[in-house]
């Protein structure tokens, strides 16, 4: 446990990320849960195909408990980051979030890649980026993770101004 000021999800999750010392990273939010099996079920798709990144599946959870939706796609095995970008943006598919994935702490060192400070929906600028730089890339037919939706949180805003203001994926 690091206990630091607060000083924002990009700057803390960068801090974890820096001071992670196994091969994989797993985000979780302050006000979600992880499913008591997720963690075993990532360890054995490490064994055995030694991702980059793993995908797994969600419930989105109301306030009063009760499930909105889940989403899970089908296991896929050994398919490059850009193929993975390719079909989940022609199929609709949500990609932009940590929180579903686990990464090799690598993809984000080698290549520089880290969440922006400041930004609100940070993360939909670097995922795409984490995702295509991901050589082997599985999907596990699991959903582990528990994400709570709250009225009045920042991942409900409708506003993305600050995400494209001054964005160099815009300016190149």
């Excluded at 091969?23 to 991702?51: A, H, M, Q, R, W």
């Amino acid at each position: 446990v690091v206990s630091n000021p607060n000083s924002g999800i990009s700057i803390t999750r960068n801090k974890g990320i820096n001071m992670a010392n196994n091969p994989y990273v797993v985000f979780v939010d302050s006000d979600d849960t992880l499913n008591d099996e997720l963690l075993d079920k990532l360890n054995e798709e490490i064994k055995e195909n030694n991702p980059d990144l793993i995908r797994y599946g969600v419930d989105v959870i109301g306030e009063s408990d009760d499930r909105r939706y889940r989403f899970n796609i089908d296991s896929i095995r050994n398919i490059s980051g850009e193929d993975a970008i390719r079909d989940w943006s022609l199929s609709g598919i949500t990609y932009a979030l940590p929180w579903v994935y686990a990464i090799k702490k690598d993809i984000f060192i080698d290549n520089d890649l880290f969440f922006t400070p400041g930004r609100i929906h940070e993360d939909y600028l670097l995922m795409p980026f984490l995702i295509a730089n991901s050589k082997k890339v599985s999907v596990i037919d699991y959903v582990g993770y528990n994400y709570l939706l709250r009225q009045g949180s920042i991942s409900l805003s409708n506003s993305f101004e600050i995400l494209w203001q001054d964005s160099a994926v815009l300016k190149t």
